[in-house]
C-alpha cells in the first residue's frame, strides 16, 4: 500500500490546544488508514511516548516534522534537504558501521537529529556539521544535555574536516582512553555526494570506515566492479584506490520528507591506511593521469593521454603493462591504472 500523505509542517507551532480543537490540521484522518501498516494512533507529544503502525517510526515521522514546524523551516531544495522519517533506517544507518560504546562519529547534515539521537543513544560521541544555521541551532538545543555531542555550523565542502576531526579527538582524549580510528555515519544532501566522497576517503588516518546514504543510482555506480561499462569513471578508480566498497541495503523514497524524486541506498567505504593504498610515486599526478584518460568519451588511451607523453611511449608502456595498444579506460582496473601510471613516469 502507498504511503499516506505527509501531515504538513509548516503550520503554527503545534500545541496540545491547538491539537485538540483541530486535529486533523496537524494529523489528517489519512494517515490513519484502518487496519493498515500507516495506521499512526496519537499518543501524546512527547518522542519517546508516540505510538505507532509498524513501520513508522514515532520519533522521526512526528518528531521531524513538529521540529521543522517549531523552526518555521521549509525543506530548502539547495541544500538538498530531505529529511529521514523512519527510525529504523537510522538504526540500520548505525548498525552498518557498527557504532558502539566509546567510538566517535562524524555526522555531516544531521537536520533535525534523528540519526544524532540513534548514534548518542549507541554510546558514541558525535561531531556534527550542519550548514543550515536554523538547523545546527535545533540539534545543538535537542541534545543540550547531553556531553556526547559537539554541532559545528558549517559548510563541509567547504571547512578543513580533518583539522576539526583532530581537535575533537584531542579533546576527547583528554577524558577518556580510547585509540580506535572514528568512523561516518551520515545521510547526506545527494547533490553534494561526490564532493563529500572525494573529500573524505583519503582520510584513512582518522576514519576506519563511511557510511553513507546515498542516491541509489550512485550507491550502485560506485561499488559496481565489472568493468567495460559506459557507467564507469574516474570516481570508481578514486573510491577503489582509498577503501573497499560495499553495498549494505536499499532505502525506498517514501521515507523521506520531503520525498525526493529516487531511491536511496546505503554504502560502507572500509578506508585503507595509507600503507595499504596501491603504491604510486605521487597521487596527484596519478588522478591527473586517470581523468586525463577518460577525457573524451571512447577514445584510446594512446590519444587521450598524449598530453602527458607521445603516443609511442603510452603503447610501449601499455605493452609492458600487458595491455593492447588499442585499450580504453573502461577497460583498464584499478591496477592496470596504477601499472601504467608507474611505467610511464619512469619513461
Not at 567495460?228 to 573510491?239: A, C, G, L, Q, T
Not at 584506490?241 to 536511496?264: C, G, H, I, M, W
Not at 586525463?292 to 598524449?306: D, E, I, P, T
Request: hydrophobic share 40%; proline share 7%; aromatic share 8%.
Amino acid at each position: 500500500m502507498a504511503a499516506p500523505p505527509l501531515p504538513n509542517p509548516f503550520l503554527p507551532p503545534f500545541s496540545f490546544t491547538s491539537y485538540r480543537q483541530s486535529p486533523n490540521l496537524y494529523f489528517p484522518a489519512s494517515t490513519a488508514i484502518a487496519g493498515s501498516r500507516w495506521a499512526i494512533p496519537f499518543v501524546s507529544c512527547s518522542a519517546a511516548t508516540v505510538r505507532v503502525g509498524e513501520g513508522v517510526n514515532p520519533d522521526d515521522y512526528h518528531s521531524t516534522l513538529r521540529a521543522l514546524n517549531s523552526k518555521g523551516r521549509v525543506p530548502r531544495k539547495s541544500l538538498g534537504q530531505h529529511y529521514m522519517l523512519n527510525s529504523s533506517i537510522n538504526e540500520q544507518l548505525a548498525a552498518a558501521a557498527n557504532v558502539k560504546e566509546g567510538d566517535v562519529v562524524l555526522e555531516i547534515g544531521p537536520g533535525t537529529g534523528s540519526l544524532t539521537n540513534v548514534l548518542i543513544n549507541s554510546g558514541a560521541t558525535v561531531l556534527a556539521v550542519e550548514k543550515d544555521s536554523y538547523m545546527a541551532a535545533l540539534v545543538d538545543e535537542r541534545f543540550a544535555n547531553t556531553n556526547r555531542l559537539k554541532v559545528l555550523n558549517e559548510d563541509f565542502v567547504k571547512c578543513h574536516v580533518s583539522s576539526h576531526m583532530m581537535s575533537f579527538l584531542k579533546s576527547i582524549e583528554l577524558s577518556e582512553a580510547r585509540s580506535q580510528p572514528a568512523k561516518v555515519v551520515s545521510n547526506i544532501p545527494f547533490n553534494i555526494s561526490t564532493d563529500i566522497i572525494k573529500q573524505l576517503l583519503p582520510m584513512g588516518d582518522i576514519f576506519s570506515e563511511v557510511v553513507l546514504l546515498l542516491q541509489e543510482e550512485a550507491a550502485l555506480r560506485l561499488v559496481e566492479t565489472s568493468l567495460r561499462r559506459s557507467e564507469y569513471r574516474p570516481i570508481n578508480v578514486f573510491v577503489n584506490f582509498y577503501s573497499d566498497p560495499e553495498l549494505k541495503f536499499k532505502v525506498p523514497r517514501t521515507n523521506f520528507f520531503p520525498q525526493p524524486n529516487v531511491d536511496a541506498a546505503v554504502v560502507s567505504f572500509k578506508l585503507k591506511q595509507a600503507a595499504d593504498c596501491p603504491a604510486v610515486s605521487s597521487t596527484k599526478s596519478f588522478f591527473s593521469m586517470v581523468n586525463s584518460a577518460f577525457n573524451g568519451k571512447r577514445k584510446m588511451l594512446r590519444k587521450s593521454l598524449q598530453h602527458i607523453c607521445t603516443s609511442s611511449e603510452i603503447e610501449k608502456a601499455l605493452e609492458d603493462s600487458s595491455l593492447p595498444p588499442t585499450s580504453r579506460p573502461e577497460e583498464l582496473s584499478l591496477d592496470d591504472f596504477v601499472r601504467l601510471h608507474n611505467l610511464i613516469v619512469k619513461q
